[in-house]
């Protein structure tokens, strides 16, 4: 390979760049531009093509258009105080404009008599002439430098107090210097795939001579960032199967067998390929890393359990990771009541019957009892005592020794407190703050053997995004919902009657044949205590609203007995409304729930608002869910049009995806992910499809990347110490 790598130039300060000492280094800097090659690949945030503007006597009055034009005049007024007028006159060499600012004085040091600009806003006229007010400017070239004289010029987004002219010349004579930039990329591999040179790239999405070019250009990087991302993926993939020492479980079948029979219903038959396929894994030596994607409600619970109990049949330990401590209690009541149903929870030792729970153990009792426990920062409780009534250090002293089958805790716990005897398998439930580095620390924490491992998302997500996020794992979809799940109308209504009332109307009409009502009250940000609060209020004041109703409070301040004793009545229909806080968001599920009414609804997320919405339509009969919001934010209301509009999750997620831009999705969930400066993972699906293949491609022929070295050196310079682990033997 001739030329100088990108990784080569990571190693140049932008120092190095003329035009660029000091200060300006500096700001650059800030601005996390720092070497060289970063200065190459801060690309243009827009590019004016001087074959498509228009020429200012072809303008529509009142029209919005980018013009070009040669500074002739320029000046500044000051007919009062506080009143500064900088007016311009531009010609394009037919006709001339008359352009005004109002208190941008700086706007005449920007416009130096023969410089070369494009304006762009609304053409008027103001007595005979031709004027411009206030248009959004870009300098394309000074009077005593034109460096840019192609047809296409491209606008820098400035950093800091670096104006895109600057970096434009900065540059211009960053790329001189550079190249040729060499391609790390096999040559037959960019001659199938029709991309150009990563020099030709480099070059043209800087100063394309069109936007043909420029396109080109751009394929070429899009396809760099994703394929940088997914060999990282793959290569993270190769590394957790060639460093680990999996468990070949050895299921009998016995315990998962009795479990599926004894559910009220039939396994869909994507539940039932979902579970092979877990269950292959685990019989496998490898251990497991794979993705259940699935809709809210498709039913991943039970995937789950089976794939726990395939590990306990071996005489592993099983384990459940949720994000917070709510939804580990959560998890706990449902996998509870899910062995209870198929009669293996183990009896409860001492005074069961007062906790209504003796009844589900006077049926044919098991020979294997699972144990269950639940850990987390805050309570402790095991499936065989009363619930609240287990001592922490005997809880941790049975999971050391084995006594207990399964344990649900949230994930610090899982990562730091306590000891296995024997962990076998681990669901994560997901909620997209589980990486690869607590992936790799689970392993470590788990001992000489790797558990297999399964990761739930708690919220589907689009296919472009798992495979960017999750790109190391393998994926099993449930995409089959149980039947006789009806749709849920959802309406948006205002904060006062006659909207309220309306709804209202629907809780009562509904209690009256035993239906029942869930009221959500607005998250409180970093403070469950407000939130309890607030929740509390609500409580009270819909007692006035419903008399003649029963109503319950749930929220998570409360003790976790009480909140079970809570939902067991809400359960039973003892109550017809309950107030809750999101305690309620995953897990619940409520067989006559036919209502929610979901408070200031456009302060929630859209996945969040999906998957309470998700707690209704469980089983047949109508259903309504009210959002009750006047959205203060363009997105707030973007998110509840798209709650309106479709019922379906991985089209809200895609939504959710575009509403807050991948940036903020994506966070530092992955490495890699921020490297995608040009890539959009919704609009470039196809390339991310084929960088993809490419990478693993790749990898799987050459897994050191000892023959791609100049892949592999990329790889670790752009994207940083997030992926050193990668190359640490
Ligand atoms: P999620 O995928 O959102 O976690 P759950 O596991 O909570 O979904 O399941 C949603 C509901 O569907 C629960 O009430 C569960 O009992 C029920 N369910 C799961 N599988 C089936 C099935 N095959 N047939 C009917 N109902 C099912
Ligand atoms: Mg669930």
Redesign the pocket.
């Known amino acids: 390979m001739s030329g100088r790598t990108l990784a080569e130039l990571t190693g140049f300060p932008v120092d190095a760049v003329k035009y660029l000492k000091g200060r300006r280094a500096a700001a650059l800097r800030k601005a996390g531009i720092s070497t060289v090659a970063d200065l190459l690949l801060h690309t243009p945030r827009r590019y004016i093509d001087r074959s498509r503007t228009v020429p200012i006597h072809e303008v529509e009055l009142g029209e919005e258009v980018t013009v070009i034009a040669t500074v002739r005049r320029v000046g500044t007024r000051r007919p009062r105080r506080n009143l500064a007028i900088t007016e311009a006159v531009v010609g394009d060499g037919v006709s001339v404009l008359t352009v005004t600012w109002f208190n941008q004085t700086f706007r005449e040091r920007q416009l130096t008599v023969g410089a070369e600009v494009a304006l762009s806003g609304k053409l008027d006229r103001f007595r005979g002439k031709l004027q411009m007010k206030s248009p959004a400017v870009d300098v394309l070239s000074s009077a005593t430098e034109s460096l840019v004289t192609g047809r296409v010029v491209p606008v820098h987004p400035s950093a800091g107090e670096v104006s895109p002219g600057y970096l434009r010349r900065a540059i211009h004579n960053a790329l001189q210097r550079a190249r040729p930039i060499g391609d790390p990329l096999p040559t037959a591999m960019r001659e199938r795939l029709g991309l150009i040179s990563r020099d030709q790239a480099i070059a043209d999405i800087h100063f394309p001579e069109s936007m043909e070019d420029q396109g080109r250009a751009r394929a070429r990087l899009v396809f760099d960032e994703l394929f940088r991302l997914e060999v990282a993926l793959a290569l993270s993939k190769q590394k957790m199967i060639d460093r680990a020492i999996g468990i070949s479980h050895t299921p009998t079948t016995e315990l998962v067998e009795r479990f599926v029979s004894n559910l009220p219903?039939?396994?869909?038959s994507a539940?039932v390929r979902v579970i092979s396929e877990i269950r292959d894994d685990m019989v496998a030596p490898h251990p497991m890393h794979r993705l259940l994607l699935?809709?809210?409600?498709?039913?991943?619970?039970?995937v789950a359990v089976a794939s726990l109990l395939g590990g306990v049949e071996g005489g592993y330990q099983g384990a459940v990771m949720a994000p917070t401590e709510v939804l580990a209690e959560q998890h706990y009541l449902?996998i509870k009541d899910l062995l209870e149903q198929a009669v293996m929870a183990p009896a409860v030792e001492g005074d069961g019957a007062e906790l209504g729970m003796s009844s589900l153990f006077g049926q044919e009792s098991s020979d294997r009892p699972v144990t269950l426990a639940l850990l987390t920062g805050t309570s402790s409780e095991v499936s065989f005592r009363p619930p609240g009534s287990a001592r922490r250090d005997d809880v941790l002293g049975w999971i050391a020794d084995g006594r207990i089958d399964l344990v649900i805790g949230t994930h610090a716990l899982i990562q730091e407190g306590i000891r296995f005897a024997r962990l076998g398998v681990a669901v994560v439930d997901e909620q997209h703050r589980f990486g690869v580095h607590q992936r790799v620390d689970l392993k470590e924490k788990a001992g000489d053997l790797d558990p297999d491992l399964l990761i739930m998302t708690a919220t589907p997500i689009p296919r472009t995004l798992s495979m960017t996020l999750y790109g190391d794992l393998d994926v099993s979809e449930?995409d089959e919902m149980?039947?006789g799940r009806p749709e849920v109308t959802t309406v948006h209504v205002a904060k006062g009657p006659p909207d309220l009332a309306e709804a209202y109307e629907r809780v009562r009409e509904q209690a009256e044949i035993n239906r029942q009502t869930f009221v959500v009250c607005p998250l409180v940000e970093d403070s469950a205590k407000i939130e309890a609060a607030s929740a509390t209020a609500e409580y009270e004041r819909l007692q006035q609203v419903f008399p003649g109703l029963r109503l319950g409070l749930l929220h998570g301040q409360m003790r976790s007995a009480d909140k079970q004793t809570v939902m067991q009545s809400f359960r039973d229909g003892h109550l017809d409304v309950l107030v809750c806080t999101t305690v309620i968001e995953v897990?619940i599920?409520i067989p006559h729930s036919t209502v929610m009414i979901i408070e200031d609804a456009d302060r929630f997320g859209l996945s969040q608002l999906h998957q309470l919405r998700?707690r209704l339509s469980?089983h047949s009969g109508p259903n309504w869910c009210y959002l009750v919001a006047e959205p203060a934010t363009e997105e707030g209301e973007a998110r509840i049009n798209a709650m309106i509009s479709t019922n379906d999750g991985f089209r809200l997620a895609e939504e959710d995806l575009r509403i807050r831009g991948q940036g903020t999705v994506f966070g530092a969930r992955q490495a890699g992910l921020s490297d995608l400066k040009l890539a959009n993972i919704l609009e470039d699906m196809d390339t991310l499809v084929t960088a993809r293949k490419e990478a693993f491609r790749l990898v799987a022929a050459d897994p050191d990347l000892d023959r791609h070295s100049e892949i592999r050196k990329e790889i670790r310079a752009v994207l940083g110490d997030e992926v050193e682990w990668l190359f640490i033997s």
């Open positions: 219903y039939q396994l869909t539940q699935g809709e809210v409600g498709s039913g991943k619970t039970v449902s449930l149980p039947p897990g599920d998700g469980r």
